[in-house]
């Protein structure tokens, strides 16, 4: 069975930063791309930034320069190193894993979320 678990949230004030990050355990073969979502209150869950497995990366216009996503392979990691906060990044964040390969499976996976609150 796959997992997603996620950390790194937290309250930080505006102007600060956070780093979050998300491991995939279980008997993974291979990950496609990998990302983190987050969704406001009353607002629907949005794209923040997607990794491929080959590095290549897209963000929201909203975080760019501001956020860097990346990931680490070997260990099925994804990172969200999150910079230059303000009060609009809160929001939970969500990982994401596509097209995870086990041996008996091919599916995507989410996490469970962690808060992030912006806030002096």
């Known amino acids: 069975q796959v997992q997603l678990v996620e950390s790194g949230g937290g309250l930080v004030q505006p102007g600060g930063s956070l780093r979050l990050s998300c491991a995939a355990s279980?008997?993974?073969?291979?990950?496609?791309?990998m990302g983190w979502y987050r969704q406001a209150t009353g607002k629907q869950r949005e794209l923040v930034a997607t990794?491929?497995?080959?590095?290549?990366?897209n963000y929201a216009d909203s975080v760019k320069g501001r956020f860097t996503i990346s990931r680490d392979n070997a260990k099925n990691t994804v990172y969200l190193q999150m910079n230059s906060l303000k009060p609009e990044d809160t929001a939970v964040y969500y990982c994401?894993?596509?097209?995870?390969?086990?041996?008996?499976?091919?599916?995507?996976?989410w996490g469970q979320g962690t808060q992030v609150t912006v806030s002096s």
């Open positions: 279980g008997s993974i073969l291979s990950i496609g791309d």
């Open positions: 990794v491929t497995n080959g590095g290549s990366t």
């Open positions: 994401n894993a596509q097209r995870v390969w086990t041996r008996i499976s091919r599916r995507d996976y």
